[in-house]
């Protein structure tokens, strides 16, 4: 006990980083999976909210049917909204709410008198968002599947656009909620700061009111933020190509959906970069 | 015991200051502490004792002075100088949806050498805790968590910021074998408490910070000046109380029981550390009061 062995400094490393890094992507999850209050405003909601639309429009028939050809039906056509709409809560709302929690509730404080890698710590976040949001999809399109016959697409092709969206949206949605934890000034007004708004910005890009019913103006605004190219991109996965006639451009635009979501990521990494603190300016 | 120059003190402190705006909230402090010792920070709120204790742990910045914490400035410590401290903040806090024995095996893996989780949670009384969430204890078995989180990696210096808050007596002494078990294998031990009480059990030293100046600083036992320990005689007669400081109380009571017999409230007092204490922060803050009489009183951290 009271001889220590010299520490190597090298074990301080790259690779202890990483394996800090793994240890908190676990610990994160498990906790997340533990918060009820998480597990349905940001898990579950958009399961409900598929189920809900899909039996209570069913009624109204197929979308975009011609002569009665064609169309998909109302689950498939919620589908790609809702998996947005996942990616974007398990992404900005949920690491927006829980680490301005934990910088009110001390969590952070005691962290930073650990020698836990800053690098690490987010890597657990990031990690804990890409788990919760995979398996929010895979109930997402299990349900869609099993319980109202969604047909999924076949071609590898659009099952590539899919990983590639959604890596690039995953990615953003995790930033930008680190980015935005700096907004609440307090744990307890992290939910009313934060979820209000993304409120909104579901409805109005696309996720539960289609599109193209917004006005101009409305869509011209939605289009500054990524979700509605999120949406847009989930949708050239999820719906048949002739869906696309139906987009602002006649197009999926795939290349903008790119753009958009980039720099995003871009302008929440700078954020992050200069706003985040565990208290104070830290290594 | 590490690396750098064991000769060195643990603590180094020169002229420390910091300010917010024209406030200032140490004002000039020195001291040393050195390796193995249990040193005591005594003062009331507002003094500058947390935020003395947050820029040693690298939480704060400062605005002049020297500091040395291990060998090295806080300012620019890294990873290695933090996994070689313990430090258990004032205000508690943890989300809480993880089990004590999950906590702790998460925290201990932080760290290159860290205690046995187990032996902690014994340590620290919760054995039967272990597998209960955090946020299902008691605010005083919370505190004990937090206590437990500041050891497991196994600390050459550890901090302590108002340990025993919340804590039943018997906590308290459990507490206090901890420390000194801790303290017998070598730990380096920062102690900021309101129970003098503790600092008398626990310190080999104690310094008094009042308004941000370091008022006093010795050996528990003799703090304060020689004559604030003077024994005081005190009775009541037909003229009311009596007090005197006598350094032979004995015969001073003998020659009271003598002259008038039997005397009502009759009791000699050794003054504690308590009282030498109160003592001196008054004096501190009349000294203070009368050189600046129109100081703003924005307390800026507790």
């Known amino acids: 006990m009271t001889t220590t062995p010299t520490r190597p400094t090298a074990s301080f490393g790259p690779l202890r980083t990483l394996r800090l890094g793994l240890a908190r992507a676990v610990y994160e999850t498990t906790i997340y999976f533990r918060a009820g209050d998480t597990i349905f405003f940001t898990f579950l909601f958009p399961v409900v909210l598929l189920g809900i639309f899909s039996v209570a429009f069913q009624g109204l028939g197929n979308v975009g049917e011609v002569n009665g050809q064609g169309g998909v039906s109302q689950a498939a056509f919620y589908l790609p909204g809702m998996i947005a709409a996942g990616i974007l809560l398990s992404g900005v709302q949920n690491l927006g709410i829980d680490i301005a929690v934990e910088r009110s509730d001390g969590t952070l404080k005691r962290l930073a008198g650990t020698p836990l890698p800053v690098v690490s710590y987010f890597m657990g976040k990031i990690g804990q968002v890409l788990v919760t949001s995979l398996a929010q999809i895979a109930i997402l399109i299990l349900l869609a599947r099993v319980a109202f016959g969604v047909e999924l697409p076949t071609e590898p092709a659009k099952w590539l656009t899919f990983a590639w969206v959604y890596l690039l949206s995953i990615s953003t949605a995790a930033v930008l909620g680190i980015a935005i934890s700096q907004l609440p000034k307090s744990g307890k007004s992290a939910s009313p700061v934060i979820i209000p708004p993304l409120l909104v910005l579901q409805f109005i890009s696309g996720v539960y009111i289609s599109f193209s019913l917004l006005p101009d103006w409305l869509q011209a605004i939605s289009s500054v933020f990524p979700l509605k190219w999120i949406a847009q991109g989930m949708r050239s996965v999820f719906l048949p190509d002739d869906f696309a006639a139906a987009e602002v451009g006649g197009s999926w635009d795939l290349p903008g959906v790119a753009i958009v979501l980039g720099i995003w990521l871009v302008v929440g990494l700078v954020v992050c970069r200069i706003g985040f603190r565990w208290i104070r300016k830290d290594s | ?302």
């Not at chain 2, 300010?19 to 507002?46: C, K």
């Not at chain 2, 903040?89 to 932080?110: D, K, P, W």
């Not at chain 2, 008691?138 to 210096?157: C, F, H, M, T, W």
């Not at chain 2, 109380?241 to 003998?254: D, G, I, K, M, N």
């Open chain 2, 1 to 302: 015991m590490s690396t750098d120059d064991t000769s060195d003190p643990a603590v180094r402190v020169r002229d420390l200051r910091k300010d917010y705006g024209h406030f200032h909230a140490v004002d000039g402090i020195s001291f040393d502490i050195e390796r193995g010792e249990t040193f005591a920070l005594l003062g009331p709120n507002g003094a500058g004792k947390s935020t003395t204790v947050e820029i040693l742990e690298g939480y704060r910045e400062r605005t002049s002075g020297e500091v040395s914490v291990l060998g090295q400035d806080p300012r620019h410590a890294g990873l290695a100088w933090k996994a070689r401290l313990g430090i258990v903040l004032q205000q508690t806090g943890e989300s809480g949806n993880v089990s004590v024995r999950e906590q702790l095996a998460h925290f201990a893996s932080l760290y290159p050498n860290p205690r046995d989780v187990d032996e902690v949670i014994a340590a620290v009384g919760l054995e039967e805790k272990a597998k209960t969430r955090i946020k299902s204890l008691s605010g005083g078995q919370r505190r004990r968590v937090d206590v437990a989180l500041g050891i497991v990696g196994r600390p050459e210096l550890l901090f302590l910021d108002e340990p025993t808050t919340g804590f039943d007596p018997e906590a308290r002494r459990q507490f206090w074998e901890l420390i000194r078990s801790l303290s017998r294998e070598g730990t380096t031990i920062v102690l900021t408490t309101h129970y003098l009480d503790e600092a008398a059990q626990l310190s080999d030293r104690a310094a008094v910070i009042a308004g941000g100046r370091l008022i006093e600083m010795g050996p528990v036992h003799e703090l304060g000046p020689a004559e604030a320990r003077i024994p005081i005689v005190r009775w009541r007669d037909a003229s009311g109380l009596h007090e005197e400081r006598t350094e032979t109380p004995a015969a001073r009571v003998a020659a009271l029981v003598a002259a008038h017999g039997e005397l009502p409230e009759l009791e000699v007092i050794r003054p504690g550390l308590e009282d030498i204490y109160l003592d001196l922060v008054a004096t501190a803050e009349a000294e203070t009061r009368a050189q600046t009489p129109t100081q703003e009183q924005t307390r800026v951290d507790a």
